[in-house]
């Protein structure tokens, strides 16, 4: 047989191919709750949809401003961004996080999502390495590893992962899903442990100006990192803060070197930032009083949302802060997912984000006032 009539390997994503993407990745969680939101939605009432933490509320009028004056931009703009976008989010990690922390060291990013799921692959991680995320977490900490051959690891404490083998701590407070926050304390432990055995520590601190019965802190802070970025790295939105979720407006920041890397990798993949996008990113950042109407409405929905959940027998841990209610009736969580879809109520099923979650529900509280009193009336009902 010539070469040219061997048989050849499929391509990569041919259905034949030896790794296929339901190999390397789990199942699509959002999926799953198809039947349950056509269920929800057949309700008289309509949908009450409070499964996925999407901002409803108008985009600000002042970043709207910023996105079309800057929206004659016909060429290629930077992947780090002008300078003064830069001195935008240093400013705001300084006057917000008591981070001392200069434009050299932070990075625009293409959402937050984005960074999850790339970075540990951008920094060259893979088989032999795990990549460790609490145990109840936001499932894209998982796919980030898979995605470039490394170990995913959930922990509960970091004692109990192994020194030798973790690369790269995942910190995420205030939590995704259930809104707990670690204290000051515990973030100087969970930094002591990366530094003494050579893990990098990447906090998700999206949630970070939505704390509600306790006060978010920042790794960069100078009192939790020492007055040292080394081996730090913190992760921030927009989307929440300033409902920019169609933006998909985000950065990072802290160690120069790791993000000097990044950036360098980032340059040759295009990651780029549209310039619009870069240009409102600096008018959100500069402005306090958008972020504290929105954290007002926010307020009021999940007043409302959690007292109408408890009077229907819910329980509900920690919440202590970021947009949603961990909630549980202590019974198998699609079963509660069956219960309020049948009142037109959709919810996140708490195993998407770990077995640990299995008798949970992660209820968002981003959906109109209209939506939330309709809800309200039902769980009263």
């Known amino acids: 047989m010539s070469t040219t009539d061997a048989p050849r390997a499929p391509f990569p994503g041919h259905p034949?191919?030896?790794?296929?993407?339901?190999?390397?990745?789990?199942?699509?969680?959002?999926?799953k709750l198809e039947p349950y939101k056509a269920t929800a939605l057949a309700h008289p009432g309509g949908l009450c949809d409070f499964s996925v933490g999407t901002p409803v509320d108008p985009v600000p009028e002042l970043i709207q401003k910023a996105l079309a004056g800057a929206s004659d931009a016909p060429g290629y703009p930077t992947v780090w961004g002008p300078?003064?976008?830069?001195?935008?989010?240093?400013?705001w990690l300084n006057r917000r996080c008591g981070?001392?922390?200069?434009?050299?060291?932070?990075?625009?990013t293409i959402g937050s999502k984005e960074l999850v799921a790339w970075l540990p692959g951008q920094l060259g991680l893979g088989p032999g390495d795990q990549v460790a995320y609490p145990r109840l977490a936001y499932p894209t900490y998982e796919v980030g590893a898979r995605l470039c051959g490394a170990e995913p690891v959930a922990y509960e404490n970091v004692d109990?992962?192994?020194?030798a083998r973790v690369r790269l701590l995942w910190l995420n407070s205030p939590g995704n899903p259930t809104g707990r926050v670690l204290?000051?304390?515990?973030?100087r432990e969970a930094v002591a442990w990366a530094r003494r055995h050579g893990a990098l520590l990447v906090s998700d601190e999206c949630y970070l100006e939505l704390g509600w019965e306790a006060e978010p802190v920042s790794v960069l802070r100078a009192d939790?990192?020492?007055?040292?970025?080394?081996?730090?790295?913190?992760?921030?939105?927009?989307?929440?803060?300033?409902?920019?979720?169609?933006?998909r407006a985000s950065f990072v920041a802290?160690?120069?070197?790791?993000?000097?890397?990044?950036?360098?990798?980032?340059?040759?993949?295009?990651?780029?930032?549209?310039?619009?996008?870069?240009?409102?990113?600096?008018?959100?950042?500069?402005?306090?009083?958008?972020?504290?109407?929105?954290?007002?409405?926010?307020?009021?929905?999940?007043?409302?949302?959690?007292?109408?959940?408890?009077a229907a027998g819910f329980r509900i841990e920690h919440s202590e802060a970021s947009l949603y209610l961990w909630a549980t009736r202590d019974e198998p969580c699609w079963d509660t997912v069956a219960h309020l879809a049948e009142r037109g109520i959709l919810v996140a099923p708490g195993d998407f984000y770990g077995p640990a979650g299995d008798s949970f529900v992660r209820v968002a509280f981003t959906a109109t006032d209209e939506r939330v009193a309709a809800a309200v009336a039902r769980l009263k009902g």
């Open 16 to 31: 034949g191919a030896a790794r296929r993407v339901s190999d390397r990745l789990p199942a699509f969680p959002w999926d």
């Open 254 to 310: 802290g160690d120069p070197v790791v993000v000097r890397e990044l950036l360098e990798i980032r340059k040759h993949g295009g990651m780029i930032v549209p310039a619009p996008v870069q240009a409102a990113t600096i008018a959100a950042l500069g402005d306090d009083s958008h972020v504290t109407e929105q954290r007002a409405r926010y307020a009021a929905r999940r007043a409302a949302l959690r007292e109408a959940l408890l």
């Open 183 to 187: 204290t000051a304390d515990q973030l």
């Open 224 to 247: 939790v990192c020492g007055g040292s970025h080394e081996g730090l790295l913190a992760v921030h939105s927009l989307s929440k803060r300033s409902n920019l979720a169609g933006y």
């Open 160 to 163: 109990e992962l192994d020194p």
């Open 83 to 91: 300078l003064e976008l830069r001195e935008a989010i240093a400013g």
């Open 99 to 108: 981070a001392e922390i200069g434009p050299a060291a932070v990075l625009p």
